[in-house]
């Protein structure tokens, strides 16, 4: 008789895909949330008058306080509390915000696209960005 068995790596990789999983699910659950009541924001706030590369900056400093307890508790589960762990999150949330800037710059300013159209661009390419560099930077500790 022939046993299948996988070996002892790949029930380790496959553990720490199904880890993986879990918290981009944790982490998109918080960012669709977060990302369009902010959305929201940002259309009030360039509404009201605000340019929209104000607005995005207010909105994503917003965003950066508001997502790191929910990331840190829910998503990553981390136990670490030092001070170091939130200046790499905002460190993660600043070349994110001035990549989207550029870009931001770049398409709406010089190319002439939508506002609207570039910030919903951003916010998915930001995503994705933000996610990796928690995961394998920030938050790379173990987990509770």
Request: hydrophobic share 55%.
């Amino acid at each position: 008789m022939v046993k299948f068995m996988e070996s002892q790596t790949e029930r380790d990789r496959l553990g720490m895909v199904a880890v993986m999983s879990r918290q981009f699910s944790r982490y998109a659950t918080i960012g669709v949330v977060s990302n369009a009541l902010l959305y929201l924001a940002y259309l009030s706030l360039t509404g009201l008058g605000f340019g929209h590369k104000v607005s995005m900056t207010l909105v994503f400093a917003a965003g950066v306080v508001q997502t790191y307890f929910l990331n840190r508790e829910w998503s990553f589960s981390y136990r670490n509390r030092e001070r170091s762990t939130f200046l790499k999150y905002c460190a993660v949330y600043i070349g994110a915000y001035l990549l989207s800037l550029l870009l931001m710059w770049v398409l709406v300013d010089y190319f002439g696209f939508l506002h609207q159209l570039v910030q919903i661009f951003l916010i998915v390419l930001s995503a994705i960005v933000i996610f990796l560099s928690l995961k394998f930077w920030v938050f790379d500790g173990p987990a509770r």
